[in-house]
């Protein structure tokens, strides 16, 4: 949890430009994940709505993706330090500027996936919006419509995420894989 905390406070500090886009993107998928499980939790037991099951079930999954999706944001501001050390890397001689050259391919593959799994966890909280939008206690309206748009956010800006760090990919058939999977998750 403090590696997290540390990861956030991170965006917000102006003058650390570590990390930044993906971190953010990712914890806005978490607020917008909390936020569906708070509308369905306010929607069971509610005459005329569905079943609490139906409720319990988005909440529950909700807050796993919370979870899924604060630890992201850690796990991009991660990704981002190890292709700066990948790229601090020796490279005076054959040898160590290849091994520089595949830690920092190694590096950058790992930079695309993390945002691209997070882009996953966002979509699926926008899913799970869109189940709730259909029958859920419209006294949570305003929330439902805050989680729709930080999942929005979130989504969009973890494929912003991963679209940068294609070009640095330069295995062809590894760099097309990536953006298929992200296509699928965008559409």
């Known amino acids: 949890m403090q590696k997290n905390i540390q990861a956030f406070l991170r965006v917000l500090d102006a003058k650390d430009n570590s990390t930044g886009g993906g971190t953010a993107s990712s914890v806005a998928g978490a607020m917008a994940a909390g936020l569906a499980a708070m509308v369905a939790r306010l929607s069971m037991d509610k005459e005329g709505l569905?079943?609490?099951?139906?409720?319990?079930?988005?909440?529950?999954?909700?807050?796993?993706?919370c979870t899924e999706l604060f630890n992201g944001g850690q796990e991009d501001a991660a990704a981002f330090d190890r292709v700066a050390r990948a790229y601090k890397m020796p490279k005076d001689t054959a040898d160590?500027?290849?091994?520089?050259?595949?830690?920092?391919?190694t590096a950058m593959q790992h930079a695309a996936e993390v945002p691209l799994s997070n882009a996953k966890r966002c979509r699926r909280v926008l899913e799970l919006c869109q189940r709730l939008e259909e029958n859920?206690?419209?006294?949570?309206?305003?929330?439902?419509?805050?989680?729709?748009?930080?999942?929005?956010?979130?989504?969009k800006g973890?494929?912003?995420?991963?679209?940068?760090?294609?070009?640095?990919i330069k295995d062809q058939k590894t760099r097309r894989d990536i953006e298929e999977r992200l296509e699928s998750v965008i559409e």
């Open 50 to 65: 569905a079943p609490t099951q139906t409720y319990q079930s988005m909440a529950s999954e909700a807050e796993t993706l």
């Open 96 to 105: 160590t500027k290849g091994e520089r050259s595949q830690a920092i391919q």
């Open 136 to 155: 859920y206690n419209t006294n949570a309206a305003s929330d439902l419509e805050c989680a729709v748009l930080l999942a929005t956010a979130g989504l």
């Open 158 to 168: 973890c494929a912003a995420n991963v679209r940068i760090n294609l070009p640095y």
